[in-house]
């Protein structure tokens, strides 16, 4: 497989389950991000790994919980969700994070849609 | 801070062209544009990084003003194939963290 693979594409949870969405890149990229996309609110930006590092929090919230466990792979841990929580959860990954000419274009993938009862 | 992107959305007719900006309240480090198709990822377009760039590929542009305040991007002689919704990302100088930070989008329409 080439590109960024993102699975499940669809998600249903009630409030106190666990779940995890899994993101698998195969394009020899640094860095990995986790982005939410809400019906009407522009690309939010959870977290941001380089080089399997945790570089941005982006104030989110504890329920939310990421992993990266190299530079290949990323996990978001869901834990008793709210309802508005429910959005489509894009993965993405780019060379590295760095502020430097094109290294930072993102690929993403398709998402996993994400409905929380 | 998150980029103004308008319009909101446009639709068009086959052959129709379409500008679609994106503003900043302060200089940026770099724009970025994105294309997302309904139900698959958001692709990469084009980034622009010097006041005054222009660049594109086949129909499709975009600019960088001299400010670094502002990016159009231009949909020349428009196909079917080009709806979707385009994003602008934008990044700003400054801060050591990388923040690609988007703006709301604009869902553009062409009809046959």
């Known amino acids: 497989e080439t590109g960024v693979t993102q699975t499940p594409r669809h998600l249903v949870m009630g409030m106190t389950n666990k779940k995890s969405l899994k993101c698998e890149q195969h394009l020899g990229h640094n860095a990995m991000y986790w982005y939410k996309q809400s019906a009407k609110k522009p690309l939010e930006l959870m977290f941001v790994y380089n080089f399997k590092e945790q570089t941005e929090n982006n104030s989110v919230p504890s329920r939310f919980s990421p992993e990266c466990p190299n530079s290949s792979h990323l996990f978001l841990h869901l834990h008793t969700l709210q309802p508005e929580d429910s959005a489509l959860y894009l993965c993405a990954s780019s060379q590295d994070s760095s502020w430097s000419s094109g290294a930072n274009v993102l690929t993403f993938g398709a998402g996993s849609r994400l409905t929380v009862l | 801070q998150q980029p103004v992107q308008s319009p909101q959305a446009v639709i068009l007719r086959e052959g129709e062209d379409a500008v679609i900006n994106c503003s900043s309240s302060k200089a940026l480090y770099s724009v970025h544009w994105y294309r997302q198709k309904h139900g698959e990822a958001p692709v990469f377009l084009m980034i622009?990084?010097?006041?005054?760039e222009q660049k594109g590929h086949d129909k499709i542009s975009a600019s960088f003003n001299e400010k670094k305040q502002q990016s159009s991007l231009y949909l020349t002689a428009s196909q079917l194939s080009y709806s979707g919704t385009y994003f602008c990302?934008?990044?700003?100088?400054?801060?050591?963290?990388?923040?690609?930070?988007f703006g709301k989008g604009t869902l553009l329409t062409v009809n046959p």
């Open positions: 622009l990084l010097k006041g005054g």
């Open positions: 990302g934008t990044e700003y100088s400054g801060g050591s963290n990388y923040k690609l930070t």
